[in-house]
Protein backbone atom coordinates (compact mmCIF):
# COMPACT_ATOMS: atom_id res chain seq x y z
CA UNK A 1 0.00 0.00 0.00
CA UNK A 2 2.42 3.09 -0.98
CA UNK A 3 1.51 6.76 -0.28
CA UNK A 4 0.25 8.57 -3.50
CA UNK A 5 2.76 10.19 -5.83
CA UNK A 6 0.89 13.74 -5.05
CA UNK A 7 2.64 15.62 -2.38
CA UNK A 8 -0.57 17.85 -1.88
CA UNK A 9 -2.00 14.78 -0.80
CA UNK A 10 0.07 13.61 1.78
CA UNK A 11 0.42 17.02 3.35
CA UNK A 12 -3.62 17.22 3.56
CA UNK A 13 -3.20 14.12 5.10
CA UNK A 14 -0.39 15.25 8.23
CA UNK A 15 -2.77 18.47 8.70
CA UNK A 16 -6.10 15.96 9.34
CA UNK A 17 -3.90 13.74 11.46
CA UNK A 18 -2.98 16.63 13.22
CA UNK A 19 -6.20 18.19 13.87
CA UNK A 20 -7.38 14.51 14.92
CA UNK A 21 -4.87 15.10 17.75
CA UNK A 22 -5.66 18.06 18.24
CA UNK A 23 -9.36 17.35 19.32
CA UNK A 24 -9.26 13.78 20.81
CA UNK A 25 -5.45 14.18 22.30
CA UNK A 26 -2.65 12.09 21.64
CA UNK A 27 -3.20 8.08 22.52
CA UNK A 28 0.29 6.31 20.84
CA UNK A 29 -0.65 2.85 19.48
CA UNK A 30 -4.62 3.54 18.48
CA UNK A 31 -5.91 4.74 15.43
CA UNK A 32 -6.76 8.50 15.32
CA UNK A 33 -10.36 7.75 14.81
CA UNK A 34 -12.19 4.97 15.50
CA UNK A 35 -9.53 4.56 18.26
CA UNK A 36 -11.30 1.75 20.28
CA UNK A 37 -11.98 -2.02 18.45
CA UNK A 38 -11.97 -5.46 18.38
CA UNK A 39 -11.26 -7.93 16.18
CA UNK A 40 -12.94 -10.88 15.28
CA UNK A 41 -12.61 -13.56 11.98
CA UNK A 42 -14.44 -16.04 10.04
CA UNK A 43 -15.19 -16.38 6.18
CA UNK A 44 -17.02 -15.00 3.52
CA UNK A 45 -18.95 -17.12 1.03
CA UNK A 46 -20.33 -15.49 -2.16
CA UNK A 47 -23.76 -15.55 -3.53
CA UNK A 48 -24.71 -17.60 -6.31
CA UNK A 49 -25.58 -14.28 -8.79
CA UNK A 50 -22.59 -12.61 -7.27
CA UNK A 51 -20.18 -13.38 -10.27
CA UNK A 52 -22.73 -11.40 -12.51
CA UNK A 53 -21.30 -8.07 -10.67
CA UNK A 54 -18.18 -8.75 -10.44
CA UNK A 55 -14.85 -11.13 -11.51
CA UNK A 56 -12.78 -10.44 -8.34
CA UNK A 57 -11.44 -13.76 -7.04
CA UNK A 58 -13.14 -14.01 -3.64
CA UNK A 59 -16.56 -13.19 -5.49
CA UNK A 60 -15.59 -16.65 -7.76
CA UNK A 61 -14.53 -19.00 -5.08
CA UNK A 62 -16.62 -21.30 -3.08
CA UNK A 63 -14.99 -19.06 0.28
CA UNK A 64 -12.80 -16.72 1.83
CA UNK A 65 -11.22 -16.05 5.13
CA UNK A 66 -12.12 -12.82 6.61
CA UNK A 67 -10.90 -10.01 9.49
CA UNK A 68 -13.40 -7.76 10.92
CA UNK A 69 -12.92 -4.65 12.92
CA UNK A 70 -15.86 -3.54 14.84
CA UNK A 71 -14.99 -0.28 16.52
CA UNK A 72 -16.47 3.20 18.43
CA UNK A 73 -16.20 6.63 16.80
CA UNK A 74 -13.68 9.02 18.12
CA UNK A 75 -9.77 8.97 18.30
CA UNK A 76 -10.59 8.35 22.43
CA UNK A 77 -9.81 4.63 23.03
CA UNK A 78 -11.69 4.27 26.32
CA UNK A 79 -14.79 6.19 24.91
CA UNK A 80 -17.85 4.34 26.52
CA UNK A 81 -20.30 2.57 24.41
CA UNK A 82 -23.30 4.70 25.58
CA UNK A 83 -21.43 8.02 24.90
CA UNK A 84 -23.82 9.49 21.74
CA UNK A 85 -19.75 10.72 19.95
CA UNK A 86 -19.34 6.76 19.80
CA UNK A 87 -21.65 6.70 17.15
CA UNK A 88 -20.90 6.01 13.95
CA UNK A 89 -19.90 2.64 14.58
CA UNK A 90 -17.19 1.14 12.40
CA UNK A 91 -16.82 -1.62 10.54
CA UNK A 92 -13.54 -2.85 8.54
CA UNK A 93 -13.26 -5.73 6.97
CA UNK A 94 -10.24 -7.98 5.58
CA UNK A 95 -10.71 -10.36 2.58
CA UNK A 96 -7.66 -12.63 2.70
CA UNK A 97 -6.69 -13.58 -0.69
CA UNK A 98 -3.41 -14.87 -0.58
CA UNK A 99 -0.41 -15.22 1.28
CA UNK A 100 0.35 -11.08 1.93
CA UNK A 101 -2.98 -10.57 -0.65
CA UNK A 102 -5.73 -9.01 0.23
CA UNK A 103 -8.85 -6.46 -0.28
CA UNK A 104 -10.52 -4.64 2.38
CA UNK A 105 -13.56 -2.49 3.03
CA UNK A 106 -14.12 -0.12 5.16
CA UNK A 107 -17.84 1.22 6.11
CA UNK A 108 -19.62 2.67 9.34
CA UNK A 109 -23.19 2.83 10.03
CA UNK A 110 -24.06 6.26 8.89
CA UNK A 111 -24.79 6.05 5.52
CA UNK A 112 -22.68 8.72 3.47
CA UNK A 113 -20.00 11.89 4.89
CA UNK A 114 -19.92 15.00 5.58
CA UNK A 115 -17.95 16.38 2.59
CA UNK A 116 -17.07 16.00 -0.79
CA UNK A 117 -13.29 16.98 -0.58
CA UNK A 118 -10.64 16.32 1.89
CA UNK A 119 -10.04 20.05 1.85
CA UNK A 120 -13.72 20.36 2.87
CA UNK A 121 -13.27 17.80 5.62
CA UNK A 122 -10.38 19.42 6.91
CA UNK A 123 -12.01 22.87 7.53
CA UNK A 124 -15.20 21.11 9.05
CA UNK A 125 -12.59 19.18 11.68
CA UNK A 126 -10.40 22.82 12.40
CA UNK A 127 -14.03 24.07 13.04
CA UNK A 128 -14.81 21.36 15.46
CA UNK A 129 -11.61 21.62 16.91
CA UNK A 130 -12.49 25.37 17.76
CA UNK A 131 -15.34 25.05 19.24
CA UNK A 132 -17.58 23.84 21.94
CA UNK A 133 -20.09 21.39 20.39
CA UNK A 134 -21.97 21.93 23.50
CA UNK A 135 -22.68 26.03 22.58
CA UNK A 136 -22.71 26.20 19.15
CA UNK A 137 -24.31 29.76 18.64
CA UNK A 138 -21.20 32.02 17.09
CA UNK A 139 -19.07 29.31 16.96
CA UNK A 140 -17.10 28.18 13.87
CA UNK A 141 -18.75 25.15 13.98
CA UNK A 142 -22.22 26.69 13.53
CA UNK A 143 -20.76 28.84 10.77
CA UNK A 144 -19.69 26.05 8.83
CA UNK A 145 -22.15 24.22 9.19
CA UNK A 146 -24.54 27.08 7.94
CA UNK A 147 -22.74 27.38 5.16
CA UNK A 148 -22.24 23.15 4.35
CA UNK A 149 -26.10 22.00 4.33
CA UNK A 150 -24.89 18.33 3.28
CA UNK A 151 -22.00 18.73 6.87
CA UNK A 152 -24.81 19.58 8.20
CA UNK A 153 -27.84 16.91 7.21
CA UNK A 154 -24.63 14.34 7.82
CA UNK A 155 -24.88 15.71 11.31
CA UNK A 156 -28.58 16.01 12.41
CA UNK A 157 -28.63 12.60 10.61
CA UNK A 158 -29.86 10.20 13.23
CA UNK A 159 -26.97 8.06 15.15
CA UNK A 160 -28.63 5.78 17.57
CA UNK A 161 -26.80 3.27 19.64
CA UNK A 162 -27.47 -0.11 18.15
CA UNK A 163 -28.15 -2.76 20.88
CA UNK A 164 -24.97 -4.93 19.62
CA UNK A 165 -22.35 -4.33 16.47
CA UNK A 166 -24.01 -7.62 15.65
CA UNK A 167 -27.30 -5.81 14.74
CA UNK A 168 -26.49 -2.54 13.30
CA UNK A 169 -26.13 -1.89 9.54
CA UNK A 170 -22.68 -0.70 8.06
CA UNK A 171 -22.17 1.56 4.81
CA UNK A 172 -19.42 1.85 2.66
CA UNK A 173 -18.43 5.85 2.10
CA UNK A 174 -17.62 6.10 -1.19
CA UNK A 175 -19.00 4.12 -4.25
CA UNK A 176 -16.61 0.84 -6.62
CA UNK A 177 -16.66 0.66 -9.96
CA UNK A 178 -17.39 -3.21 -10.31
CA UNK A 179 -16.74 -5.71 -13.65
CA UNK A 180 -17.57 -8.93 -14.44
CA UNK A 181 -15.72 -11.29 -16.67
CA UNK A 182 -17.42 -10.39 -19.58
CA UNK A 183 -15.90 -6.87 -19.00
CA UNK A 184 -19.15 -4.94 -18.11
CA UNK A 185 -18.77 -2.61 -15.33
CA UNK A 186 -21.37 -1.05 -13.12
CA UNK A 187 -20.87 1.59 -10.03
CA UNK A 188 -21.97 0.59 -6.66
CA UNK A 189 -21.95 0.95 -2.62
CA UNK A 190 -21.50 -1.38 -0.26
CA UNK A 191 -24.27 -2.16 2.08
CA UNK A 192 -23.59 -4.73 5.51
CA UNK A 193 -26.64 -5.91 6.83
CA UNK A 194 -26.91 -7.82 9.97
CA UNK A 195 -28.70 -11.22 9.98
CA UNK A 196 -30.12 -10.97 13.11
CA UNK A 197 -32.00 -7.48 11.73
CA UNK A 198 -30.74 -4.21 13.26
CA UNK A 199 -31.85 -2.80 16.27
CA UNK A 200 -31.63 0.39 18.50
CA UNK A 201 -31.78 1.55 21.78
CA UNK A 202 -33.38 4.53 23.08
CA UNK A 203 -31.54 7.28 25.07
CA UNK A 204 -32.56 6.12 28.11
CA UNK A 205 -32.00 2.27 27.56
CA UNK A 206 -28.57 3.25 26.07
CA UNK A 207 -27.42 5.49 29.42
CA UNK A 208 -28.50 2.69 31.38
CA UNK A 209 -25.73 0.08 29.66
CA UNK A 210 -22.19 -0.21 30.89
CA UNK A 211 -19.28 1.72 29.47
CA UNK A 212 -18.03 -1.31 27.16
CA UNK A 213 -21.36 -2.98 26.98
CA UNK A 214 -21.06 -3.73 22.68
CA UNK A 215 -17.67 -4.95 23.10
CA UNK A 216 -18.74 -7.46 26.19
CA UNK A 217 -22.18 -8.59 24.24
CA UNK A 218 -20.20 -9.09 20.89
CA UNK A 219 -17.61 -11.73 22.76
CA UNK A 220 -21.35 -13.37 24.46
CA UNK A 221 -22.93 -13.37 21.43
CA UNK A 222 -20.05 -14.87 19.85
CA UNK A 223 -19.95 -17.71 22.22
CA UNK A 224 -23.06 -19.03 21.62
CA UNK A 225 -22.39 -19.59 17.29
CA UNK A 226 -21.15 -17.45 14.16
CA UNK A 227 -22.20 -13.87 13.64
CA UNK A 228 -23.87 -13.15 10.05
CA UNK A 229 -23.57 -10.45 8.14
CA UNK A 230 -25.36 -9.92 4.27
CA UNK A 231 -22.75 -7.69 2.26
CA UNK A 232 -25.11 -5.92 -0.63
CA UNK A 233 -24.16 -3.50 -3.43
CA UNK A 234 -26.48 -0.80 -3.95
CA UNK A 235 -26.12 -0.09 -7.90
CA UNK A 236 -25.74 3.17 -9.19
CA UNK A 237 -28.42 3.83 -12.55
CA UNK A 238 -26.61 6.02 -15.36
CA UNK A 239 -27.07 9.42 -14.42
CA UNK A 240 -26.33 9.17 -10.80
CA UNK A 241 -22.91 10.50 -9.14
CA UNK A 242 -20.70 7.86 -8.56
CA UNK A 243 -17.55 10.36 -6.99
CA UNK A 244 -19.59 12.72 -4.36
CA UNK A 245 -19.42 10.40 -0.82
CA UNK A 246 -22.49 13.59 0.20
CA UNK A 247 -24.50 12.77 -2.08
CA UNK A 248 -27.63 9.61 -1.42
CA UNK A 249 -29.00 7.41 -4.09
CA UNK A 250 -32.77 6.97 -4.32
CA UNK A 251 -34.27 3.88 -2.11
CA UNK A 252 -35.28 2.03 -5.25
CA UNK A 253 -31.91 1.39 -6.91
CA UNK A 254 -31.26 -2.12 -7.03
CA UNK A 255 -29.57 -3.44 -4.31
CA UNK A 256 -27.24 -6.89 -5.09
CA UNK A 257 -26.48 -9.30 -2.66
CA UNK A 258 -22.94 -10.17 -2.69
CA UNK A 259 -22.43 -12.78 -0.32
CA UNK A 260 -22.47 -13.78 3.85
CA UNK A 261 -19.82 -13.25 6.21
CA UNK A 262 -20.27 -15.62 9.30
CA UNK A 263 -17.65 -14.35 12.64
CA UNK A 264 -16.82 -17.48 14.09
CA UNK A 265 -14.02 -16.99 16.63
CA UNK A 266 -11.84 -13.44 18.52
CA UNK A 267 -8.63 -13.10 16.41
CA UNK A 268 -5.86 -13.69 18.69
CA UNK A 269 -3.59 -11.22 20.30
CA UNK A 270 -6.44 -8.82 19.56
CA UNK A 271 -4.54 -5.46 20.41
CA UNK A 272 -1.29 -6.43 18.56
CA UNK A 273 -3.54 -7.26 15.76
CA UNK A 274 -5.32 -4.15 15.88
CA UNK A 275 -2.07 -2.00 16.41
CA UNK A 276 -0.58 -3.69 13.21
CA UNK A 277 -3.71 -4.12 10.52
CA UNK A 278 -3.77 -1.10 8.12
CA UNK A 279 -7.24 -1.22 6.35
CA UNK A 280 -7.34 0.17 2.72
CA UNK A 281 -10.46 1.83 1.66
CA UNK A 282 -8.80 1.52 -2.06
CA UNK A 283 -10.04 -2.24 -2.79
CA UNK A 284 -6.73 -3.16 -5.18
CA UNK A 285 -8.31 -6.15 -6.41
CA UNK A 286 -9.49 -6.91 -9.91
CA UNK A 287 -12.82 -6.56 -10.95
CA UNK A 288 -13.49 -3.93 -8.19
CA UNK A 289 -11.76 -0.20 -8.99
CA UNK A 290 -12.09 3.18 -7.11
CA UNK A 291 -14.34 5.64 -8.49
CA UNK A 292 -13.03 9.12 -8.85
CA UNK A 293 -14.36 10.15 -5.78
CA UNK A 294 -11.50 12.28 -4.56
CA UNK A 295 -11.76 11.12 -0.86
CA UNK A 296 -10.44 7.50 -1.68
CA UNK A 297 -6.37 8.64 -2.18
CA UNK A 298 -6.87 10.74 0.79
CA UNK A 299 -8.36 8.12 2.99
CA UNK A 300 -5.88 5.78 1.93
CA UNK A 301 -3.32 8.00 2.85
CA UNK A 302 -4.25 8.50 6.38
CA UNK A 303 -5.10 5.31 7.04
CA UNK A 304 -1.20 4.54 5.89
CA UNK A 305 0.40 7.76 7.84
CA UNK A 306 -1.85 6.87 10.80
CA UNK A 307 -1.06 3.10 10.32
CA UNK A 308 2.82 3.42 10.34
CA UNK A 309 2.70 5.55 13.38
CA UNK A 310 0.57 3.43 14.87
CA UNK A 311 3.06 0.59 14.30
CA UNK A 312 6.04 2.67 15.57
CA UNK A 313 4.62 2.83 18.82
CA UNK A 314 5.34 -0.71 19.41
Do not use: C
Amino acid sequence: MPLPADERIVALSQDLLQVFDTIFGLHPGFRPAHAKGAMLKGTFTPSPGAASLTRAPHVNRKSTPVTVRFSDSTGVPVIPDNDPNANPRGFAVRFHLAERVHTDIVSHSTDGFPTRTGQEFLEFLRALAASDPSKLAGSPLEAYLAAHPKALAFVQAPKPNPSSFARESYFGITAMRFTNKDGVSRYGRYRIVPEAGAEHLSDSAAAAKGANFLFDELAERLAKGPIKFNIQVQLANDGDTVDDATSHWPEDRTVLDLGTIALTEPVADDAHEQQHIIFDPIPRVDGIDPSEDPLLELRAAVYLLSGRRRRAAE
